[in-house]
């Protein structure tokens, strides 16, 4: 078996000491027992355990009020109260106030100003769009697109931009997404379907956590999920679900195919200049990234996109197609009071029409309605099986 991945600082040992040097504790106490010894990973020589990171003893965190906190963190021991852990183990504290759309509250075990709420923005199937308001639309485009970026900076907002690359099928099979790009905190991650992610051209094995602490990178089951300091959060199961959450202190920054999150969904087809597009198909064009070596196809419009006849619709929202995703007594059952199926299932006929009954376009709308249970925390129970999907 292949030795275990350390983290950086630190190596792997077969039958390491029981008690290793922490900040906390730095000498190792006499009493410590020779045995049982521990498989895992240790740190260097000249370097002791700061939380789980191996650091020098100079990087040493603070402790404060009985809780140790790493060096050049933030914390709040009160909602009043904002501290800072410096050098040589020095806490500086100053009072605070929780700026607009944040609330002073514990949220994963730390207390501080956290948002009022988050904004979610969809791409699922052979593309379907639900804006951060909610509007929704289809991008039968093959381009890479402006999904969403930072268009009203302010301060203590964190800069991001979100594009989404398109592939169209071969013999009109439905559009899928290809490629996901995130640049935030400096740092570049792509996301490819079938590919190994990349941050900053880099390909790495998951989970990853960046040395700043600003991205952390895992796999949950199908769906790569991208975590950041600024609140932004991306679930990707690269292929047919893309999930875009951000913090309240957004709303009205933004711009793209997700819109403005600015409570209206009226407004979401805005053009880069700001005036509104009159059609889809302006709105969405108006949002493409220029490529110099990939051509690339704007796809139908509302007008000649294929249509689903009657026939075909109640063929496919059948038990034994689409219908699993709204069926009462489905696999999906526990999810429909979470996340509605109605949507999906409106998609899921739609690309199966799409797609002239392909199996593999029912697999896609299904495994998309399964990633959005999962990222809403809803039990979904086995739906595949040898025999479909």
Request: net charge negative; with cysteine; charged share 20%.
């Amino acid at each position: 078996f292949p030795a275990l991945s350390c983290p950086p600082h630190s190596h792997y040992e077969l039958c390491g000491s029981p008690c290793q040097p922490t900040c906390h504790t730095p000498s190792v106490p006499s009493s410590c027992p020779a045995s049982p010894c521990s498989e895992g990973c240790f740190c260097d020589t000249g370097y002791i355990l700061s939380g789980s990171d191996c650091v020098p003893e100079s990087e040493c965190g603070c402790e404060y009020l009985g809780r140790y906190y790493q060096k050049d963190t933030e914390f709040y021991p009160s909602c009043r109260e904002r501290c800072r852990c410096g050098a040589n183990g020095t806490v500086t504290c100053q009072e605070a106030f929780c700026g607009a759309h944040e609330e002073c509250r514990v949220e994963d075990g730390v207390l501080g100003c956290h948002p009022t709420g988050y904004g979610r923005l969809v791409v699922s199937g052979d593309p379907h769009y639900v804006t951060f308001d909610g509007r929704t639309f289809n991008v039968p485009g093959s381009c890479t697109y402006i999904l969403a970026r930072v268009c009203e900076p302010a301060r203590r907002l964190v800069n991001f931009t979100v594009l989404v690359e398109h592939e169209a099928g071969s013999h009109g099979d439905p559009v899928l997404m290809k490629r996901v790009v995130v640049s935030i905190h400096g740092y570049t991650v792509t996301m490819e379907r079938g590919q190994r992610w990349e941050v900053d051209l880099e390909r790495y094995i998951l989970p990853l956590v960046t040395e700043d602490k600003n991205l952390r990178i895992g796999q949950e089951g199908n769906n790569i999920i991208l975590h950041t300091a600024a609140g932004v959060r991306i679930l990707y199961n690269t292929a047919t679900f893309l999930l875009v959450t951000v913090p309240d202190v957004y709303r009205g920054q933004l711009c793209g195919l997700g819109g403005d999150y600015d409570g209206d969904p009226s407004d979401d087809f805005r053009l880069p200049s700001g005036a509104l597009a009159g059609t889809t198909q302006e709105f969405v064009t108006s949002w493409k990234v220029p490529e110099k070596n990939r051509a690339c196809s704007d796809g139908c419009d509302d007008s000649t996109c294929g249509r689903c006849d009657v026939a075909n619709k109640e063929m496919y929202g059948r038990n034994g197609s689409c219908g699993i995703i709204r069926d009462v007594e489905g696999p999906f059952r526990e999810c429909h009071p979470r996340v509605s199926p109605v949507e999906y299932f409106t998609h899921c006929v739609h690309d199966i029409c799409a797609a002239r009954g392909d199996h593999a376009a029912l697999c896609h709308a299904l495994q998309a309605y399964a990633a959005a249970c999962q990222a809403a925390g809803a039990m979904v129970r086995a739906w595949r099986t040898k025999d479909f999907c």
